[in-house]
């Protein structure tokens, strides 16, 4: 990571990145620095949460999640972790290892449930009894769980990893296809309303190279493999496009991102307040659904009974998340 010759912009001690978007290079202190500074501007730019609410992290393993956790706790925030066992081979073995290991040694407490132990099936087999790509019943899972803890535990808010990279691809998805009613909720905050809880992602305004960073220089061991059933994954080859762009015009992603945010969003604001409509709740779990049973509770149905099926027989579909 170092950058050999190159001088940090705040204290001119040796830089450890450079970070061209900034047009400026970094050490370890002031990275951090700026990392803590971006993540409070989002949150009371977006009105994200105050100091008083309860906050549930939904963390994966990964960078970003745990990278988000640590901030908010070092911030002072109340914050919890939610982990959700995918049952996607040695990736969510691992995953698992490193979310338990990282509340462990700071003492956090980690709520957890595993799909294959509490609701007998796993993404690889929901994937092939739904007849679905694997992102798709990952996220409706993840959404799912999610939604339910932060409700049951009395959380005011669920928090996630996802960063600037994350939000630009979706966003440059979601205009290629036009598609309004994701443009109209793809937002740093989304209220609670209809049963669900408040949803903030306060890590928009910093790309995955700045949270790794914040990892490396913390100390934070991560799950560095990516999900083994995400090749293909359309979001990838976004992010691949936006970075190709970035490499040869530095603050272009953050311009797209943030414009939108700016400039777009508060125009798509009344389609996206639109009430989902007539919600009640599900006959079998009490969450908010349209229909008689959640779509959570009837892939439950049709995955559980389904005969395992190994990750390695879902490798290489392409998913959505
Ligand atoms: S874990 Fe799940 Fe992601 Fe893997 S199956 Fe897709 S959605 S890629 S964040
Ligand atoms: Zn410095
Ligand atoms: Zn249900």
Same mark, same amino acid.
């Not at 006959?283 to 009490?286: H, K, S």
């Given at each position: 990571m170092a950058v050999s010759g190159s001088k940090c912009r705040s204290c001119k001690e040796p830089a450890v990145i450079d970070l061209p978007r900034h047009n400026a290079n970094f050490c370890a202190e002031h990275l951090l620095q700026l990392c803590r500074r971006q993540v409070t501007k989002a949150i009371e730019d977006y009105s994200m949460f105050s100091p008083d609410d309860r906050i549930l992290v939904a963390v994966s393993g990964g960078k970003d999640s745990l990278a988000v956790w640590d901030m908010l706790v070092e911030a002072g925030y109340e914050a919890d972790g939610f982990y959700v066992g995918l049952g996607i081979g040695d990736y969510s073995d691992e995953s698992g290892r490193f979310v338990h290991a990282f509340a462990e040694e700071r003492g956090l407490t980690l709520l957890s449930t595993d799909l294959r132990s509490d609701f007998g099936y796993d993404i690889p087999t929901a994937a092939r009894a739904s007849k679905r790509v694997p992102c798709s019943v990952c996220g409706l899972s993840k959404r799912h769980l999610f939604d339910k803890a932060a409700i049951d535990g009395g959380y005011d808010v669920v928090v996630t990893g996802h960063n600037l990279d994350d939000e630009a691809a979706v966003l440059l998805g979601n205009v290629l296809h036009w598609d309004v009613d994701y443009l109209a909720r793809q937002l740093p905050v989304l209220e609670a309303r209809d049963g669900f809880p408040r949803k903030a992602k306060p890590l928009v305004r910093l790309t995955e190279r700045e949270t790794a960073a914040w990892c490396v220089i913390r100390g934070i061991d991560y799950l560095v493999e990516e999900c083994p059933i995400a090749a293909g994954n359309r979001h990838l080859h976004h992010k691949d496009v936006l970075n190709a762009i970035e490499k040869e015009s530095p603050s272009t992603k953050s311009a797209f991102y943030n414009n939108f945010i700016e400039n777009m969003a508060p125009l798509l604001a009344e389609h996206g307040s639109v #009430? #989902? @409509?007539d919600l009640q709740h599900c006959?079998?779990? @009490?969450a908010p659904t349209s229909g008689e049973v959640c779509a959570f509770c009837r892939l439950v149905a049709t995955a559980s009974p389904h005969e395992p099926v190994p990750v390695e027989l879902v490798l290489g579909r392409r998913g959505r998340r």
């Open positions: #009430s #989902s @409509g006959t079998r779990c @009490g």
